[in-house]
């Protein structure tokens, strides 16, 4: 601590831009500060990066909690939501010149994720933060050392204390983080359970899944908010290997409708289930809402850009001589944006798919019998999903979730039909079958879908050029702060707003990165090109095997990892997306 007080005082009064010289290593009584990336103007965003190293052997961290990959998830989440509440009751924040001499950490949700903020070796655990150094004078260009010291050696100090030591926590605290930690091990539990039993979904009982609003995912706190209850007849027992077991419903393969009136629940059970591809922090509600992994929700998107994708089996060739067997569009009608979020998704591995009947085109979905009247089948060259839905199923094994609240074909088509009535779900299956008869399976299977698409050498061009100021940057991956679901990449303004199972922004941050290290493999590769799914299952495995560090980030400790399903959408997306053509 002497070393870096002497340093800063070297530097006090002068330049802002001379707090380049505190990059490196700096060592504390109980812990290792670290520079790592330095802003040159106060009040930067993104901020200075630094890092702090804590010995394990003196955080004493319980041994069991870091023996498995998910409990490490879980411990890290811990310790960066922890650091993130040291911050809010240690540091005084913003006490420089343009918002500067501020602590923060990277945007959290309610999710655990997988991100390159808090990190582990066999000795020590390190957690990577933002840091605004604190900048005073006319317009903010000299550097503050004395409020820097202030924030170093009192505030940093005090938080770190409060994050990592074991010792340190009050009974409540570890109670929580032993929480932390049982929800991923059980997590784990219920999804062995589900492969063996062939479940998509798990919605334990007593679940909160009711949000506070559309724009804050934290659990609503009325009192009149109901729990979940299982129907008694798809009610099942999970028996965990501590002698507990957790009780809930159960979800099988196949077709399952969620109907009911307005404003009871449906579609809140659908936001729950696509969430529950993500494991949740303790007291969200939704901790043991489990889905399988390869779940994706399915959306009309018009507008969308659409490159090279057979969506013949949905929509036959359309006028003006247009095929739809190598489909592409810069502005997709609803129903061809919503037949190519099919196929993109299938092709790319998922084999779960989730409509809500309030974001699909209509007609799409179903064609009644009254229009048929009207319209002659040769002037519709659109096949109804209803149409297709059981031989999707049963020849591509593709399960399906829909909420639908005035199509009641899709229940003539469901293996399981739920009723959400008041927020209580019912099993309506048999009642459905009494009224409507046995599930109607279709005349004419779905046709096959085309080879999968494979990926031309030049694609993700990371360079941008001003063409105003006749300028180019090889580089621009950037995040919109005013438009979370929004990336610049490129020459390219990626739109995410439609893909809803995105969690929190850092991924959005991350896709692009991702797309980074794609461009350098693609290149590599030009000479034997690969399907999407290919290089989306490539990039997992190489992060699983060696973190995010793979992406190479200009500003580490800012990525939190997307499944690899969100990045095939975002590949699809992509404006300049270039296929392979023989």
């Not at 099988?252 to 307005?262: F, R, S, V």
């Not at 247009?322 to 196929?343: E, P």
């Not at 229009?371 to 999903?385: F, M, N, R, S, T």
């Not at 008041?422 to 299956?429: E, F, G, K």
Request: glycine fraction near 6%.
């Amino acid at each position: 601590m002497n070393k870096l007080h002497s340093l800063l005082t070297s530097i006090a009064d002068q330049s802002f831009q001379n707090i380049q010289k505190l990059r490196g290593s700096h060592h504390f009584p109980r812990f290792e500060l670290s520079f790592i990336k330095m802003q040159g103007s106060p009040g930067a965003n993104p901020a200075s990066i630094a890092s702090v190293k804590i010995p394990l052997r003196d955080s004493k961290i319980p041994e069991n909690f870091l023996h498995t990959a998910e409990r490490k998830l879980a411990v890290a989440d811990f310790l960066i939501r922890r650091f993130r509440d040291g911050i809010a009751r240690f540091a005084q924040q913003n006490r420089g010149k343009d918002g500067s001499g501020s602590f923060s950490t990277i945007a959290l949700s309610q999710k655990m994720l997988i991100r390159d903020s808090v990190l582990f070796d066999d000795d020590a655990v390190y957690l990577r933060f933002m840091i605004s150094l604190p900048a005073k004078g006319q317009g903010g260009g000299v550097f503050d050392a004395e409020q820097a010291w202030i924030m170093l050696s009192q505030e940093l100090v005090a938080i770190v204390d409060a994050s990592f030591f074991y010792q340190h926590y009050d009974e409540q605290t570890r109670t929580l983080f032993q929480q932390f930690v049982d929800v991923q091990k059980t997590r784990v539990e219920i999804i062995r359970f589900m492969q063996q039993h062939k479940l998509i979904a798990f919605i334990a009982n007593d679940a909160k899944l009711p949000r506070q609003s559309g724009v804050d995912d934290r659990p609503a706190m009325d009192e009149s908010v109901k729990t979940f209850q299982s129907p008694a007849s798809l009610q099942i027992i999970i028996p965990l290997s501590d002698g507990r077991s957790i009780t809930g419903m159960g979800i099988n393969e196949g077709i399952t409708c969620i109907t009911g009136g307005g404003y009871h629940g449906k579609s809140t059970l659908m936001r729950a289930i696509l969430a529950g591809v993500y494991a949740h922090i303790p007291g969200d509600g939704r901790e043991y809402v489990v889905t399988r992994e390869d779940a994706f929700f399915i959306r009309a998107e018009e507008g969308r850009s659409i490159r090279h994708v057979d969506i013949s089996p949905f929509i036959s060739d359309l006028p003006n001589g247009l095929k739809t067997d190598c489909f592409s569009s810069d502005n997709a009608s609803g129903s061809t944006s919503q037949a190519a979020n099919i196929v993109e998704a299938i092709e790319s591995g998922s084999r779960l798919l989730l409509f809500d009947e309030d974001t699909c085109a209509t007609n799409f979905l179903v064609r009644d019998e009254l229009i048929k009247k009207i319209l002659d089948v040769a002037q519709e060259p659109i096949k109804p999903l209803y149409s297709t839905v059981r031989s999707l199923w049963k020849k591509h094994q593709v399960s399906m979730i829909f909420v639908v609240g005035g199509l009641g074909y899709f229940l003539q088509k469901a293996d399981t039909c739920l009723l959400m009535d008041n927020y209580r779900c019912d099993d309506i299956t048999a009642k459905v079958r009494d009224r409507l008869g046995g599930i109607a399976e279709e005349d004419t299977p779905i046709s096959d879908f085309a080879v999968s698409r494979r990926l031309a050498a030049d694609n993700f061009d990371s360079a941008y050029t001003n063409q105003r100021l006749n300028k180019t940057i090889p580089k621009r991956i950037k995040d919109l702060r005013n438009a979370p679901r929004q990336l610049e990449y490129g020459m390219d303004l990626l739109n995410l707003d439609a893909v809803v199972q995105i969690a929190e922004a850092p991924q959005i941050l991350t896709i692009g990165y991702c797309l980074l290290a794609l461009r350098t493999k693609l290149k590599q590769s030009a000479d034997k090109p690969e399907t999407i799914r290919f290089w989306i299952d490539w990039l997992e495995e190489e992060i699983t095997k060696h973190g995010l560090a793979v992406l190479e980030a200009d500003y580490p400790g800012t990525l939190s990892m997307p499944r690899k399903y969100e990045l095939a959408a975002a590949i699809n997306r992509i404006r300049s997306l270039r296929i392979f053509q023989k």
